[in-house]
């Protein structure tokens, strides 16, 4: 929780490239880390390339989080001062550092994540999809028909999770075959590319990357991840409203109103 805009505003131009704030109209108040009506600033994080949930369209961040988070914290005190990105690996370290109070990125709720962090109640539920090249030279149905193949996953995802724990760890994969990537972009690229077989990442951004790119999912592997907003350990007070709003968001038409916007009727 920011209460020194001003350590913010050093922070980031200090770092440069590494994270990038996008600051929402209106929303910088008299500074001192308030709304402008006293409410608490707060910012948050994401990983863009992660479509429908986060990516940049015409060099803005847009997305179902970047909507969907914006929604719930306008249902509370608190106000949302900007958002910052990292790569998805950089998230966690980036909240506990305080310098950012939210992760918005699609993030699955687990418990190892929930021994550094905690989460938000859940908001969307995604299983693991294993997407090939859509020329059909390679058509696996299973996890064991990866065995021996190039196979990509982003650095610290359930994604590579599922290839360590369900491939690598029974000894069907060796390491050498995984190749780990700082955004699912560079790996679904690299899979274009021919470079690599085939790629793990949640279903519903498979969905999205195979309706826009030459990829088809060959599978699906059930996971029963459910994405929730992280927040620092402790943080209980600004959890809650958080949320309390996601509850509002629910109960109104909003969070079905933003599930058509990107992910299309259903
Ligand atoms: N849901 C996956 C995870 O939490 C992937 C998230 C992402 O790549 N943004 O690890």
Request: hydrophobic fraction near 35%; include cysteine.
């Amino acid at each position: 929780m920011s209460d020194d805009g001003l350590s913010r505003r050093q922070y980031l131009s200090t770092v440069g490239g590494t994270a990038v704030t996008v600051s929402l109209a209106g929303c910088f108040g008299g500074g001192g880390g308030n709304g402008g009506d006293g409410s608490t600033e707060i910012t948050a994080g994401t990983a863009p390339g992660f479509p429908p949930f986060e990516m940049k369209q015409d060099g803005e961040l847009v997305g179902f989080d970047i909507d969907l988070l914006e929604a719930v914290v306008d249902e509370t005190d608190y106000t949302l001062a900007g958002w910052e990105e990292f790569e998805f690996k950089s998230l966690i370290p980036a909240l506990t550092n305080e310098n950012i109070d939210v992760v918005a990125a699609g993030m699955t709720i687990n418990d190892e994540r929930d021994e550094t962090i905690d989460f938000t109640d859940p908001y969307y539920s995604s299983n693991q999809a294993i997407v090939v090249r859509e020329d059909g030279d390679f058509s696996p149905t299973s996890l064991s028909d990866l065995s021996g193949r190039a196979i990509g996953a982003q650095k610290g995802t359930t994604g590579e999770s599922t290839i360590q724990s369900e491939l690598i760890e029974p000894g069907n994969l060796d390491e050498s075959n995984y190749n780990s990537y700082g955004n699912y972009v560079l790996a679904v690229e690299d899979l274009q590319n021919g470079n690599i077989d085939a790629v793990v990442i949640d279903e519903p951004v498979a969905q999205t990357f195979a309706a826009q790119r030459p990829v088809n999912i060959a599978f699906t592997y059930e996971t029963g991840e459910n994405f929730g907003f992280g927040v620092r350990d402790g943080d209980d007070e600004f959890t809650q409203a958080l949320n309390d709003g996601l509850s509002t968001v629910r109960d109104g038409s909003t969070y079905q109103d933003l599930t058509n916007k990107w992910f299309g009727q259903q």
